[in-house]
C-alpha cells in the first residue's frame, strides 16, 4: 500500500513539475538528483528542449546536491546554446542570442546549484 501511495504522490509531483515548465519560456530546475531526463522530456517533446544538464556523478544518484537541467520552449531554443557544464559545481551556462531580449550582444545565463551547509551551530543539517 505505502508503495502505491507513493508512487501515486510521484506522479502528482511530475504532474505540477510538467505544469510549471510549460508556463516558462525557459525553465531551469536544480537538485534533480539524477541525469535521466527521459521521463521528463517526453512529456514536454512537444513544447520544450532540453538546453544542457549536468552528468551525476557515480555513486550520487538520489542524493542531495546533485542535478541542474535547462528546458526551453521550442519558441526560445533556437536562440539558446549551451555554453558550458561545469560538473564540479553542479553548473550550466547557457548563451542566448541578445535578439531574443533585444540586445546588440549575447547573454550568457547560468544555472548554479549551490549548496550552503553552514556550520554554526544555531544550524542544524539533517542528512
Not at 13 to 38: Q, S
Not at 61 to 78: I, L, P, Q, W
Not at 79 to 90: A, G, K, R
Request: hydrophobic share 50%; with cysteine.
Amino acid at each position: 500500500m505505502k508503495v502505491a501511495v507513493g508512487l501515486v504522490m510521484v506522479m502528482a509531483f511530475l504532474r505540477v513539475l510538467l505544469d510549471i515548465i510549460r508556463w516558462h519560456h525557459i525553465a531551469g530546475i536544480d537538485e534533480t538528483r539524477t541525469d535521466y531526463m527521459d521521463r521528463l522530456m517526453i512529456d514536454l517533446s512537444a513544447s520544450h528542449k532540453l538546453i544542457g544538464n549536468t552528468s551525476i556523478p557515480h555513486g550520487c544518484a538520489g542524493r542531495r546536491g546533485f542535478g541542474a537541467v535547462v528546458v526551453a520552449a521550442n519558441s526560445c531554443a533556437d536562440f539558446l546554446t549551451l555554453h558550458e557544464v561545469l560538473q564540479s559545481l553542479q553548473c550550466v551556462w547557457v548563451c542566448c542570442k541578445g535578439s531574443l531580449f533585444g540586445l546588440a550582444q549575447n547573454a550568457i545565463c547560468a544555472l548554479v546549484l549551490f549548496t550552503f551547509r553552514p556550520r554554526v551551530k544555531l544550524f542544524h543539517v539533517h542528512k
